[in-house]
Each structure stands twice: as C-alpha cells, then as structure tokens.
C-alpha cells in the first residue's frame, strides 16, 4: 500500500508564511503528478498547486505569487511554500500523488488525510 502523509499545518496571523510538507510512503513505483488541495469550511474543494515529475508547476489563480510548490523526488516528499497568508486561505489542506506501486504500471490517485490550516485576520 501507499501511504501520504501531511505535515506543516497550524495558526498563523495573515501575512504570515507556513510550510506544508507531504510525504509518501510504502510500496511506490513510480510518482507522476502531485498536487495540493485545499477545502475550507462550506465550500467545494479546490485545486491550489500542482506539480509535475519534470517539474512544471501549476497553481490556482488566487494563490499565484504567494505559494510555491517543490520536491524531493529522493525523497518522494513535496512541499507547499504560503507566503503572505490570507484569512480566504483557512481550510484543511490535502496533497494528491499519482502514482504507481512496485512492480505495476497502473497508475493511481492517492490523497493524504490533511492538515488544517488557519489564518487568523
């Protein structure tokens, strides 16, 4: 099995910066694509960075500039950079891999469970 687990989130004050950290772990063959999610309380979830296994980097409109998305393929961890935080930015933060177990070419989605995170204005 594939495990992802999220780390970083907390309390910051707006304007303030957090470091998301997602690490996967198991049986995992190749990883493709990974991207961050995020839902804040009554509303849909929303895409907020994705990035590639050549690097390409893809963000969602109200984050761009402030977040910034990275990894560690060694490491098979990805990283979210918020900076200049706004209280629209609260909700529980999720990360997505697409990938492979060892020894299979099928490709799958997996999600962490999240980690909150809360801008206080």
């Known amino acids: 099995q594939v495990q992802l687990v999220e780390s970083g989130g907390g309390l910051v004050q707006a304007g303030g910066s957090l470091r998301l950290s997602c690490a996967a772990s198991?049986?995992?063959?190749?990883?493709?694509?990974m991207a961050w999610y995020r839902q804040a309380p009554g509303k849909q979830r929303e895409m907020v960075a994705r990035?590639?296994?050549?690097?390409?980097?893809d963000y969602g409109d109200s984050v761009k500039g402030r977040f910034f998305i990275s990894r560690d393929n060694a490491k098979n961890t990805m990283y979210l950079q918020m900076d200049s935080l706004r209280s629209e930015d609260t909700g529980v933060y999720s990360c997505?891999?697409?990938?492979?177990?060892?020894?299979?070419?099928?490709?799958?989605?997996?999600w962490g469970r999240g980690t909150q995170v809360t801008v206080s204005s």
């Open positions: 198991g049986n995992i063959g190749s990883i493709n694509d």
């Open positions: 990035i590639f296994d050549d690097g390409r980097t």
């Open positions: 997505n891999g697409f990938m492979t177990q060892r020894g299979s070419s099928f490709y799958q989605g997996y």
